[in-house]
């Protein structure tokens, strides 16, 4: 019997029975990577199923320790240890040319290969940069202010973490991170939000019990959060094999964090996020916030507090 396979982007091809995947796309001309010779070894004929992994035979043993040993996600299959036994599927090559060889092998030896590929996904992103660094950074010696910076960051990413939440990346004083890889929108908005609120919570006590009685400063915070899809994915190229979180949401989460600043209010979310909150912290101000290059003003919600000594980031007397 005779059935067929759609290789994504390349070409429907023909498998009889007892042929392999992967023999059934070397003979129809497919360039399959296949470096251990099909034995199940080098993982190089991977494949992303993405319909139809029902009509492909069970995983043979080969496949079992290597999914183990590598993490690999159900929906990656090797090529050379997989039979087809129905109509109706499509796969994708992973490795097409030398270039994905060096990302893929040499370089992301990874623990999810969905995200080295990229998954669209709902997340709560969070935006959080630290107001009134700059004075601090003048007035003190370098040793106290990365020691006060690893300090700050260490309450952040507890607090982060606490709520299960992912760092994405750090510049300068501010950080932003992602709430939602492993749980649904609504609850992640709500972690999001929760971790904010613990962050502007333990700034104040780490102020009033660290900073003003030893270096007579304070620091203050902007927070933003929206929701939103994009696209996650890792693009290390084997130097700094990051999570990277890309798509118009994450620009609209960074400026509401700028607007902090603007609407003197040290945690701002959006009108979307809020509208995912089953408990909203309390019946906040609104407020609508120009967006560069989009017409309709946001809605946002100020969830935080008027900042204490002022907007510019001035150190406090
Ligand atoms: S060709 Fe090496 S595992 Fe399939």
Redesign the pocket.
Known sequence: MTFHIDFKGEKVIPVRAGQTV?DASLAAGIPHY????????????RVLVLHGKEHLSPLSSYEKTIKTVRKFPDNVR????SFVTGEGVQVQRLIKDDTDRYIFINGAEESSLTEVMGVRRKLALFFIDIRNFTPFIESHLPFDVIHIMRRIFTLVRNAIDHYGGQIIDTAGDGLYAVFGLDSKIRKATEAAVLAGIKILEDIKIFNNTYMRPYFHHAFEVGIGVHVGKVIYGNVGIGLNNNLTVMGYPVNVAARLQAATKELNNSFIISERAYGLLRNPPYAPDAALLNLKGVSKALEVRLIGKPYEHGVAGETPA
Do not use: F, S, V, Y
């Open positions: 992967l296949h470096a251990c010779g099909g034995k199940g070894q080098c993982t190089t004929c090797l090529a050379c240890q």
